[in-house]
């Protein structure tokens, strides 16, 4: 504990416990889905090492965000927890770690819906939903860079002042995450439904049931964030969810690629990878054709 003289002290206030605890247990579920995405990573490495060089890039990259992301939120939680143990002042100022976090989360966010709205343009090569979304997501890494940025000059006196865009940002961050989710529901049953092939029908099940996981996951927590910040503006509970939200991002682009997976033997994974995850929209029947190859290959049809 830093030695303060006590006529500098300042008076402990009534809700400290709202104030750090929110940020000790957002650190400690933070570094919990950081093991996740750890072993998603791993996993992603050792199973597809010849995807495309794009998508192992951005595979990278929302990791190398995320591992930054826990490394600020480390340095804070040692400097409120530890080198600033009893300190209150250690809580008052707005640091730069403090604001780049959001503009590091938002990115991770924009990251992965654009790989979504890249994969719908794929599968069914519409572009309205996947411009809309890759907009909407651009406008809230936007408003979570301004948000940043601003308050640094702001200061936590006049904070408050950001609560519009913070809101901006969360809520259409949320509709994104939500969009996307119905989106890609509504792709899979599709293919699944067209098929003449059951062992097609349960593939596309089981892409249901992880879109619906894993997105529902992710709405969930960007919309509890959103209701936090909204009824508890005065203390720090909503940095629960927000330490969580760009590993569960990041968690469900990879589980998507893992997923790849459950379709194929490892001969047919080699082969058939590339054709799975071009870049060239396909014709009408091109998944479904893939699909149903990968059953033949594996004598599931």
Request: charge should be negative.
């Amino acid at each position: 504990m830093p030695n303060i003289p006590p006529e500098l002290a300042l008076p402990i206030p009534a809700n400290i416990a709202f104030q750090t605890g929110p940020l000790l247990l957002g650190n400690l579920f933070s570094y919990g889905l950081l093991g996740v995405l750890c072993m998603q990573v791993y996993i992603y490495r050792i199973s597809f090492s010849r995807d495309q060089l794009s998508l192992k890039l951005l595979v990278w990259v929302i990791f190398s965000v995320d591992i930054i992301i826990a490394s600020l939120s480390t340095i804070d939680g040692w400097n409120t927890f530890g080198s600033g143990w009893g300190d209150l002042s250690v809580l008052a100022p707005i640091n730069w770690r403090t604001a780049v976090l959001p503009i590091l989360s938002g990115l991770v966010s924009f990251c992965v819906h654009v790989f979504f709205c890249w994969r719908m343009w794929v599968l069914r090569a519409f572009y309205v939903v996947p411009v809309v979304i890759f907009m909407a997501s651009l406008a809230q890494w936007g408003l979570a860079c301004f948000c940043g940025i601003y308050s640094l000059e702001l200061g936590i006196e006049r904070i408050s002042e950001l609560e519009p865009f913070v809101l901006a940002c969360l809520g259409v961050a949320s509709f994104c995450d939500l969009l996307i989710t119905v989106t890609m529901i509504q792709i899979l049953f599709q293919s699944g439904s067209e098929s003449a092939f059951k062992g097609t029908t349960s593939l596309t099940d089981k892409g249901i049931r992880l879109i619906v996981e894993t997105g529902m996951a992710v709405c969930a927590i960007a919309l509890l964030e959103l209701v936090l910040f909204i009824i508890f503006p005065g203390n720090n509970i909503r940095y629960i969810p927000f330490l969580m939200l760009s590993k569960m991002d990041s968690i469900t682009l990879l589980a998507i690629l893992n997923s790849r997976s459950w379709t194929m033997s490892p001969p047919v994974l080699e082969t058939l990878t590339a054709e799975l995850w071009d870049n060239r929209p396909p014709p009408s029947d091109h998944l479904n054709t893939i699909e149903e190859s990968l059953y033949i290959f594996n004598g599931r049809a």
